[in-house]
Nanobody, 123 residues
Framework: QVQLVESGGGSVQAGGSLRLSCAYTGSANCMGWFRQTAGKEREWVATISNRGISTYYTDSVKGRFTISQDNAKNMVYLQMNSLKPEDTAMYYC???????????????????WGQGTQVTVSS
């Protein structure tokens, strides 16, 4: 069993930065971040393999967001720079037991979820 708790959300102006944190218990092979706005499906943002060897990003955040993991602290981070109003969403941390982390872009690919943390970017 894996438990996930996100933190670090808030309100920021466009062009600003935030760092989201996800504290987890247990262990999973792949950790990911998703986001969701009202009335829309949950959107995959980024994934990192357990040892941090591989990272994957959706095209809209490449070059702006960085996913990282500290196994010693049981933490996963999402550093978000150059934020845009369209980044506004509830952000969720997720854990997957899939053996291969590549292309884990669907909600069904993940086994455990946190409660989410809100990010609001104003123009």
């Amino acid at each position: 069993q894996v438990q996930l708790v996100e933190s670090g959300g808030g309100s920021v102006q466009a062009g600003g930065s935030l760092r989201l944190s996800c504290a987890y218990t247990g262990s999973a092979n792949c950790m990911g971040w998703f986001r969701q706005t009202a009335g829309k499906e949950r959107e995959w943002v980024a994934t990192i393999s357990n040892r941090g060897i591989s990272t994957y990003y959706t095209d809209s955040v490449k070059g702006r967001f960085t996913i990282s993991q500290d196994n010693a602290k049981n933490m996963v981070y999402l550093q978000m720079n150059s934020l845009k109003p369209e980044d506004t969403a509830m952000y969720y941390c997720a854990a997957s037991f899939q053996l291969v982390c590549f292309a884990l872009q669907g909600s069904n690919d993940y086994d455990y979820w946190g409660q989410g943390t809100q990010v609001t970017v104003s123009s």
